[in-house]
């Protein structure tokens, strides 16, 4: 099958990514995954939810779509979103919460704000992207700034889209592949390879175990780049000895 912007199955769409994006926040990071571009804010303050009764920290993330972020208007949602929207939000959380140590977050909160600017595909795993990014800015900052003592970042992550198309493995699956795809995956991993998390989903068939290795190899082989970008991105927010 010939990809609709002629990329090979393995190739990842054009990445743009620019820190710094905002001045009012700790954090920020302006990402594109092809035509998917989205805001992604990182944020401190210094309470936590009640639940935790020691002195660690806590990350958590919201996650929205403007209403013409796609062809068809999509209506805003209240202040408790259900279904898709809760679901990405906890996938963005819980990722970054596997990639960062709590307990060195002094007793602050971190959150996460995506703004999804335009969707073609892609919009979780570019948000997770993008996120990462942003909250190593925060904490760089923060650090600068005496509020943290220790590093607290175990090592970053990135994440990918990947699936089945018309019988045939491809990577980071734009909307008109996505909507066609017969099985959809979304991949998370860390810098030293580990797997954060993995959504595979038989949309119209399903896969056996040849097709799952197969797309985790392109997986694999697409995080390794977006790592890589992401450390050419961060060149100006070393980390701290």
Not at 78 to 86: D, I, N, S, V
Not at 170 to 182: F, I, K, P, V
């Amino acid at each position: 099958m010939t990809r609709e912007d002629g990329r090979k199955p393995d190739e990842i769409r054009p990445v743009q990514i620019k820190l710094g994006f905002l001045e009012t926040s700790e954090g920020s990071c302006w990402i594109e995954f092809g035509k998917t571009k989205i805001l992604c804010t990182a944020s401190f303050q210094e309470t936590t939810p009640s639940w935790i009764s020691d002195n660690s920290g806590w990350i958590t993330a919201e996650y929205g779509m403007l209403p013409k972020s796609s062809k068809t208007r999509i209506n805003r949602e209240g202040a408790k979103p259900k279904g898709r929207t809760a679901e990405i939000q906890r996938l963005i959380g819980r990722s970054l919460r596997a990639a960062t140590n709590l307990s060195l977050l002094n007793g602050k909160m971190v959150n996460i704000d995506c703004d999804v600017i335009q969707a073609d595909g892609g919009t979780r795993t570019a948000a997770v992207t993008g996120s990462m990014l942003a909250l190593w800015e925060a904490c760089h900052l923060m650090a600068e700034a005496g509020a943290l003592t220790e590093w607290p970042i175990k090592e970053r992550i990135a994440a990918i889209s990947v699936g089945r198309v018309k019988g045939e493995t491809m990577l980071d699956l734009c909307y008109l592949e996505d909507s066609m795809a017969e099985v959809d995956m979304n991949v998370i991993m860390t810098e030293s390879g580990r797997f954060v998390e993995v959504q595979g989903t038989a949309e119209g068939d399903t896969y056996d175990r040849a097709e799952l290795d197969e797309m985790l190899s392109f997986a694999e082989k697409g995080i390794t780049g977006l790592l890589k970008q992401q450390e050419e991105a961060l060149k100006g927010y070393p980390r701290p000895d």
